[in-house]
């Protein structure tokens, strides 16, 4: 099954995390990479290695990145990753063994996120469809964030993609903050009614971070996670924050408007 499948990366200055996702693809024939014109090592670290081919693209939106990055694949499968993620050797086995004539179009993988490297118990993150026929796909926006649409049945595997974002603390804050005016964008141009209950709920500006830093902490046992767990969990409140702040700016600004 390896053979058939063409991972897809989206990078920019993906320096501190590259290497690692790359290592865990050495089976790839070939790696289809979409940069967003790095200016740190990232473009260096690809270099090492025969297998990826590099397109630029200037970045406006996830979804038009991957979509621009299946254009270039021609194998039956893709395999869409973030520059952090890093397989599993259980699930590159997994992969590996799955039946060729099963009539399944996509794949969906589940995530241990990890804080310095050390896997959580439990995060926010939910399994997603990363292994994909390139054919049947598609990319649409939602918030800051992108999903693939696939036609077709869908399977879950067994084994999990690690989620290792080892960038540092001021990348993390930019990304966020930019993140988040996105997710206004989404909040108050959506009725209510078409809201999810999370969505609703972060809408509401101050129930949020208390919701979210009882759910890491607890919920899901960050708190038995020592201090990566508590590292975690003031991460996702944090962001919380910085929506909550968001949108407070947003509807005061709309309030000023004659």
Not at 166 to 183: F, H, S, T
Request: some cysteine.
């Amino acid at each position: 099954m390896l053979e058939k499948i063409t991972p897809l990366l989206l990078t920019y200055n993906e320096a501190p995390n590259i290497e690692r996702t790359l290592q865990r693809l050495s089976w790839a024939n070939r790696i289809v990479v979409i940069d967003s014109f790095s200016n740190d090592e990232t473009l260096k670290i690809l270099q090492d290695y025969s297998q990826v081919e590099v397109f630029h693209r200037k970045f406006d939106s996830f979804a038009n990145q991957c979509n621009y990055g299946l254009s270039k694949i021609e194998s039956t499968w893709v395999l869409s990753l973030d520059a952090d993620y890093v397989l599993s050797e259980e699930l590159i086995f997994e992969i590996n063994n799955l039946p060729e004539k099963l009539e399944v179009d996509s794949y969906i993988i589940r995530f241990k996120y990890c804080v310095f490297g050390k896997p959580l118990r439990g995060t926010l993150l939910p399994p997603r469809k990363v292994l994909y026929k390139r054919e049947k796909a598609i990319y649409k926006n939602d918030g800051h964030a992108h999903r693939v649409s696939v036609e077709g049945t869908s399977s879950l595997l067994s084994a999990y993609i690690y989620h290792d974002d080892r960038k540092p603390l001021n990348r993390w804050l930019w990304a966020q903050d930019r993140y988040m005016v996105i997710e206004v964008n989404k909040l108050t141009q959506i009725p209510d009614s078409e809201l999810g209950l999370s969505d609703r709920i972060r809408k509401q500006k101050i129930l949020a971070p208390f919701i979210i830093l009882f759910y890491c902490l607890i919920v899901k046992g960050g708190i038995l996670d020592g201090w990566h767990g508590w590292y975690y969990a003031f991460e996702r409140v944090l962001a919380e924050i910085l929506l909550s702040i968001r949108l407070i700016e947003y509807e005061k600004l709309e309030q000023q408007e004659p």
